[in-house]
């Protein structure tokens, strides 16, 4: 019986060796290219086929080449390894990948309450929080000094600052009194966005406002209903096909539209809503509608 139990041990230690990926840091995109996740025993089906998902979208998005590798893959890569359960220092080495990447302050920011709202992060949380605290320690901004280097209207990038705030303010918090304090916020935004389209007819993307806040009118939208985001669904689209924002809040849009609307997602990226993933058909469909992978 004893040489039964080690020998069943030793086989069940020894199929996890096989199949274990050990990362690198300086070597990651490259080993990367050639990662195929195994089925962990305690994640299920649905948290597998979500996390290979990503790890497939990330591959084709960056076609396995090192220098395509940006800011937003290698949070969506911690995404998946976290979702798939892959060991500590395999999810270390991508979050130092993340933390180290270019502008990832900002990601910090504009990251924190899905962090703070998924179990998942857990194993992460005390070293992201961390990195939180020093980016809120940096994030003083002159408006005036940003408006004049930037040649932008002053007034405007005011209001969307101010939108911004007030968007960012209550997110997250659990109380019904700031529940209710946030739904007042997020109503009076959607007015405000509402008016400033009317006034531009145009997203108030890089153009009027700056990289800073291009994904300002974006947010509102995203944190709204979906009346307004089918409404602005194709105005979100355009900006994106001109350069006045980046393409990750659209697919962000799309998924918590569809996801809301249909019950399904079709990029993964709206985790902890209990979206399904949209069968490969639909996916496809809607891929190519925006020019999206």
């Known amino acids: 019986m004893r040489i039964t139990i080690l020998l069943l041990i030793i086989l069940n230690f020894s199929c996890y060796a096989q199949n274990e990926n050990q990362f690198e840091y300086d070597n990651f995109e490259n080993q990367f290219s050639s990662y195929e996740p195994v089925q962990n025993p305690n994640v299920s089906a649905e948290d597998f086929n979500y996390g290979l998902m990503i790890i497939k979208q990330t591959k084709s998005v960056t ?19 976290l979702t798939l359960k892959e060991s500590e220092e395999n999810i270390m080495v991508v979050f130092e990948k993340f933390k180290n990447s270019e502008n990832s302050a900002k990601y910090f920011l504009a990251y924190e309450n899905d962090v703070y709202k998924n179990p998942k992060y857990d194993i992460i949380r005390e070293d992201y929080n961390k990195e939180l605290s ?11 000094e940003y408006c004049k280097i930037n040649n932008l209207d002053s007034t405007l990038v005011r209001i969307i600052y101010n939108i911004s705030s007030n968007d960012q303010k209550y997110r997250g918090k659990k109380s019904n009194e700031l529940l209710i304090a946030h739904k007042e916020l997020d109503n009076q935004n959607q007015t405000i966005i509402d008016s400033l ?17 291009e994904d300002v009118m974006w947010a509102v939208v995203q944190h709204s209903n979906p009346v307004m985001m089918e409404r602005y669904l194709p105005v979100v689209h355009e900006a994106v096909r001109k350069k006045e924002l980046k393409p990750v809040p659209l697919k962000m849009l799309i998924d918590r539209f569809y996801g809301l609307r249909y019950g399904y997602q079709i990029f993964g990226s709206q985790s902890g809503f209990g979206f399904k993933l949209a069968n490969a058909k639909t996916r496809k469909e809607i891929e190519t509608k925006y020019g999206l992978k």
């Open 63 to 81: 076609k396995n080449d090192p220098k395509n590798f940006v800011i937003t893959d290698y949070f969506n890569i911690l995404s998946a390894f």
């Open 134 to 144: 020093k980016c809120k320690a940096k994030t003083e901004f002159n408006l005036s």
């Open 197 to 213: 389209y009317i006034i531009h007819r145009t997203y108030i993307g890089k153009s009027l406002v700056g990289d800073k806040f």
